[in-house]
């Protein structure tokens, strides 16, 4: 079974920085593209970043661009959120997802079909 | 960045009700959509994916039809599981990959 848990959240004052991580299990890491998908509180779902098998390909959401940064361990099987200069903003359940099947190859960022597997998330509280 | 519109926001239906639940892309997307189903306290679960292919496990009452900017999530015979919250989003080419605004489907 696929398993994905993520640990890091918490609370933080603006300003401040805070790291995610996502461990997973019972996947071949190396092979899965992964994301992570914050909803603040009783709202939607926002996407906020994703990273290829190996990394190379790269994505922000327009709303962390420039603040987030997403890595990954392969030998870890982890993925990881460093989220810089917090804002209030930032609040939200944070959850890592693996992405689905892709027409672009296996592992790729683009043209997927889906994330297919969720952690239960975890809280980032942005407050003074 | 494609908006993805997503209505109603919300519905009140019976178990054994059908419900439709659409999503309108402001450019072709082809088939690149999916759905999932958010119950309160859990994470998301991927339904559909491809506009049209039912995730291994999901009960044939789901369905998913639509392609280029005009999609439908269909519900025939709604159980008392599928009260929730269903989201749309779109995967197509460059990010950010946006999901739609939500549908609360509730009794």
């Known amino acids: 079974e696929v398993q994905l848990v993520e640990s890091g959240g918490g609370l933080e004052q603006p300003g401040r920085s805070l790291r995610l991580s996502c461990a997973a299990s019972g996947v071949k890491f190396d092979e899965c593209a992964m994301h992570w998908v914050r909803q603040v509180p009783g709202k939607g779902l926002e996407w906020v970043s994703g990273?290829?098998?190996?990394?190379?390909?790269?994505a922000y959401a327009a709303s962390v661009k420039g603040r987030f940064t997403i890595s990954r361990d392969n030998t870890k099987n982890s993925v990881y959120l460093q989220m810089n200069s917090l804002t209030v903003e930032d609040t939200a359940l944070y959850y890592c997802a693996k992405g689905g099947i892709s027409a672009a190859g296996s592992g790729s960022l683009f043209y997927f079909y889906g994330l297919d597997v969720w952690g239960q998330g975890t809280t980032v509280t942005v407050s003074s | 960045d494609i908006q993805m519109t997503q209505s109603p926001s919300s519905l009140s239906a019976s178990v054994g009700d059908s419900v439709t639940i659409s999503c309108r892309a402001d450019q072709t997307i082809t088939s690149y959509v999916n759905w999932y189903q958010q119950k309160p306290g859990k994470a998301p679960k991927l339904l559909i994916s491809a506009a049209s292919d039912l995730q291994s496990g999901v009960p044939s009452r789901f369905s998913g039809s639509g392609s280029g900017t005009d999609f439908t999530l269909t519900i025939n015979g709604l159980q008392p599981e599928d009260f929730a919250t269903y989201y749309c989003?779109?995967?197509?080419?460059?990010?950010?990959?946006?999901f739609g605004q939500g549908t609360k489907v509730d009794i």
């Open positions: 989003q779109q995967t197509f080419s460059t990010p950010p990959w946006t």
């Open positions: 990273i290829s098998w190996n990394g190379g390909s790269i």
